[in-house]
């Protein structure tokens, strides 16, 4: 539990505003971790990082960018998505001499349960972290992506996915929580899972079955993310490619506010679930390939 912590504070105390990541430092901060590896960084701060070789492509993407402010003459205006309500100038930081602005930083603990700005997607960036590891043996081009500017233009993305041209792109976001407006919805809970996220923005997911039989196999605990097909976009969401897609998510309560939610157990068992899933995709192609 203490090394997900410490890799979790470390990236929630870097701020990622959407634009600004790589002048923020967050680039940097991904890079740290991964020394051993060799990673690149490009000029919008993606980071990009090969972790084994093999015929397919898999890549497994994480936005490392988060919503932020610009300071105006008159207040805030937002850079992403957040609601007027939670525009308020006392959970705001300002960059010294700059007009980029954030909610201000802080990271409270309780037994497995993290309060937080910043948890979309800095969880799914410490699950990548931890998974990282985990694939030096595989028998395929396994690239983690850290990728800027999902909460804004997606530009990050497209610029991976044209440079690498997987065959498989596993995306691992934030999931909506309960408690939750829409009741018609199917909303996971934090602390039962990572979720499975079956169709959002322009992306449907036609291979739940696999996700789920792994997790099954491997007894991880999983949960289902299903809102309506113009809801839920992720960085799938602006990808045009015959890839196979998959969204595993990680629940985080009241994401985009100056206090966000998350359990913990959610990340490291997405970890998990991320690796067993590349794993029998590869054992898929080796089958293949007899």
Known sequence: MSKVLDILESLVNT?????????????QRIVSF????????????????????????????????????LKTANGFVTIGSISEKDIKSENITTVKGKRISYF?????????????????????????????????????DVWL?????????????KKIVDKIKP?????????????????RWQIPICGNGPAMQLQGMNFIINCIDLI????????????????????GATNLSDIYSDAQKIQINIPVKYQHTAICEADIRDIENAAKLV????????????????
């Open 15 to 27: 701020p990622a505003v959407s634009g600004f990541e790589r002048e923020l430092g967050m680039s």
């Open 34 to 69: 991964f020394k051993s590896f060799n990673p690149q960084v490009d000029e919008l701060g993606n980071v990009l990082v090969k972790v084994s070789s093999g015929k397919k492509r898999i890549l497994i993407e994480a936005h490392l960018d988060e919503v932020g402010f």
């Open 145 to 157: 992506a850290f990728t800027a500017r999902e909460e804004t233009t997606c530009e990050g993305i």
């Open 167 to 183: 065959n498989i792109i596993i995306s691992v976001d934030s999931a909506y929580a309960q408690p939750f407006e829409n009741k």
């Open 275 to 290: 690796v067993a899933v590349v794993t029998e995709i590869e054992e898929e192609i080796k089958n293949e390939n007899k």
């Open 104 to 140: 201000k930083r802080q990271f409270n603990v309780t037994g497995t349960i993290v309060k937080s700005p910043g948890l979309d997607n800095k969880t799914g960036c410490t699950a990548l972290v931890l998974a990282a590891n985990n694939f030096r043996n595989l028998n395929a």
């Open 212 to 231: 789920e039989d792994v997790a099954k196999n491997e007894k991880i605990p999983y949960q289902f993310e299903i809102v309506d097909y113009n809801c």
